[in-house]
């Protein structure tokens, strides 16, 4: 039973048994003008309040009932997600432990050769460049999991705060733009207007969505990635734009289908678990907006404008109306 | 790109119990690199806990001085200090609430995490969260920016200064700095736009919406072409080269226009 179901039970209940109680007090003054001097007439209105009394009561009884017991399981519900975070950020340090080592180590192999004054192999050079590429996947394929974690929980709410959408976007650029600079893209961003203020929202969560979208255009893109930042009146808009080939329009209402991957499409064959258009698209939903997608196939025509286009909208305020 | 001396030789306190891991030790060389001066928390004994790297952190605010902090959030093996760093910073913080601080966390920052640290902060600390697998490049923008303050001149690779105060442009030539006369008034406002976006972030785009504002005539967009154009030929002409399309003041997809750092 719903919320809003066990909340009309609990109101519905406490007007029958009030209604009751009123019919029985009433009792004599109804009945009296009907049979004056009997209390034929008397008898049946109260018998008939007393009954609606108890029903009404009856209905308060269980709604109050449901809600303890819902408020009880809820509290277990949160600890155990709680519980499950904490675990889970033990796994992620004590996994991240060896990577940490493989990442020292590749930094200080590039030091050791910057230090001999020679040029590097390009070979070599790219065996690096791929070592230091593992870092964001990792970063992403962990957030990933516990966001997937957080999304089970159906009593968490967004932590939404005042966020300054434009330095959340800047940050995940700094991230993206040695992977893209590495990979021969060309990433870039702005918000319009310059000045673009505050937003209320769940900062890890639009971090998370926009950062999910940029690496995935940081995996498809031909030459070009676009993060456009823009707001109207009641909603403010990240855009993440690449020049791939883009999606065939028969796969394109699958991607946001958890486990899609893009080798079902028509796009480059790359590593993927499927879930990372998932999350982002359920978490925008948490917070109150939407994720649409917007591609035009490539046609080998060098003309053809081939991109695909993800749009996240977020409400400028999600506060509950009452925090407003 | 962060360019060589960015950090004007400000002082970074850096407090985590792993200052000799590879990983860290890429993020100090990086610091250096960039013109930063970090100053390592490294208290000496058997028996090293996150108590020592507090007192030793402390001291050497006051005694150091630091422009910024760079402060781990796990210290140690023992269980006490699992999130000793997050104690630190409450003191830093209580200390010196402006100080700003970059945590180096290897914990997957939830909104449970996030949340709660901030809620225990002053509202006017500048404090920010960074993985600790970020490459040394995001460490060290993040932390410049965390700073916050820009430069008094704009260094465009090793051709050009801008010192948006004196509202001046400079050619460099063998460290000989000579005025560039030609670039003012619009034209000017229109490079320190394109500087500032450059300083803050290297993907940065102007858009036309905010370029426009330093053109005029019917056909703004056509107007500011035009001053794009002359300011290239006046760049050029200082340091005697030709600036192609894809070079210095690039337009990108007719959506806005980025300064590229130009090959020497």
Redesign the interface.
């Known amino acids: 039973m719903s919320d809003r179901s066990s909340k009309l039970l609990r109101i519905g209940g406490a007007s029958l048994a009030a209604i009751g109680l009123v019919l029985v007090l009433l009792s004599p003054v109804i009945g009296e003008p009907i049979s004056p001097g009997s209390l034929w007439w008397i008898e049946p209105v109260a018998y008939v309040g007393a009954g609606v009394f108890f029903l009404g009561a009856i209905a308060s009884f269980v709604s109050i009932q449901l809600a303890s017991r819902r408020e009880k399981h809820g509290a277990d519900d949160r600890s155990w997600s709680q519980v499950t975070q904490d675990y889970f950020d033990t796994f992620a340090h004590d996994m991240g432990r060896p990577l940490r080592r493989i990442l020292g180590k590749q930094r200080e192999v590039r030091a050791l050769l910057n230090e001999t004054g020679e040029t590097t192999p390009r070979m070599v050079t790219e065996l690096l460049d791929e070592i230091e590429q593992q870092a964001p996947n990792f970063r992403l394929m962990i957030e990933n999991v516990r966001v997937l974690v957080d999304l089970e929980d159906e009593y968490a709410q967004p932590a939404v705060e005042p966020v300054d959408a434009a330095a959340v976007i800047l940050n995940i650029a700094d991230r993206y733009l040695p992977i893209a600079r590495e990979r021969g893209l060309d990433l870039v961003w702005w918000c319009e207007p310059g000045e673009f203020g505050l937003v209320y929202t769940d900062a890890s969560a639009l971090d998370h969505v926009v950062t999910n979208l940029v690496d995935n255009a940081t995996k498809f893109a031909d030459g070009q990635i676009e993060i456009r930042l823009t707001r109207n009146d009641a909603h403010f808009l990240v855009r993440v734009w690449d020049d791939g080939p883009g999606i065939a329009e028969s796969h394109l209402v699958h991607v946001f289908d958890r486990g899609w991957t893009p080798e079902l499409s028509a796009r480059r064959e790359k590593q993927s678990s499927g879930l990372g258009l998932f999350i982002a698209s359920s978490l925008s939903e948490r917070c109150g907006g939407d994720l649409l997608v917007e591609s035009r196939q490539s046609t080998g025509d060098e003309a053809n404008d081939h991109h695909t286009a993800f749009t996240l909208s977020l409400p400028l305020d999600n506060r509950p109306a009452a925090a407003k | 790109m962060t360019s060589k001396g960015v950090g004007n030789g400000q002082k970074i306190l850096v407090v985590d119990d792993e200052h000799m891991?590879?990983?860290?030790?890429?993020v100090l060389?990086r610091l250096e690199s960039d013109g930063f001066r970090p100053i390592v928390v490294a208290p000496e004994g058997p028996h090293v806990s996150g108590d020592d790297y507090e007192a030793q952190a402390l001291f050497a605010m006051e005694d150091e001085r630091p422009a910024a902090v760079l402060l781990d959030v796990?210290f140690g093996e023992y269980d006490t200090d699992r999130f000793k760093g997050l104690s630190i910073l409450k003191k830093i913080v209580d200390r010196d609430s402006s100080m700003p601080v970059l945590m180096f966390t290897?914990?997957?920052?939830?909104?449970?995490r996030?949340?709660a640290v901030?809620a225990s902060l002053n509202v006017s600390s500048s404090v920010d969260f960074i993985?600790?697998?970020?490459?040394?490049?995001?460490v060290v923008?993040?932390l410049r920016?965390l700073i916050g303050s820009a430069p008094e001149t704009i260094k465009i690779g090793s051709l050009f200064e801008i010192d948006a105060q004196n509202a001046a442009v400079y050619a460099i030539d063998n460290g000989r700095r000579d005025l560039i006369r030609e670039i003012q008034g619009m034209k000017l406002e229109i490079l320190n736009e394109l500087a500032a976006a450059f300083f803050?972030?290297?993907?940065?785009?102007?858009?036309f919406?905010?370029l426009e504002r330093f053109s005029e005539g019917e056909d703004s967009r056509a107007s500011l072409r035009v001053r794009i154009r002359e300011l290239k030929v006046a760049l050029g002409n200082a340091v005697s080269r030709e600036f192609g399309a894809t070079e210095l003041i690039i337009n990108?997809?007719n959506?806005?226009y980025?300064l590229v750092q130009p090959v020497d």
């Open positions: 891991s590879d990983l860290m030790r890429s060389r796990r290897q914990y997957t920052h939830g909104p449970y996030d949340t901030m993985d600790k697998l970020a490459s040394p490049e995001e923008l993040r920016r803050r972030s290297e993907g940065e785009l102007v858009p919406s905010r990108v997809r959506r806005g980025r």
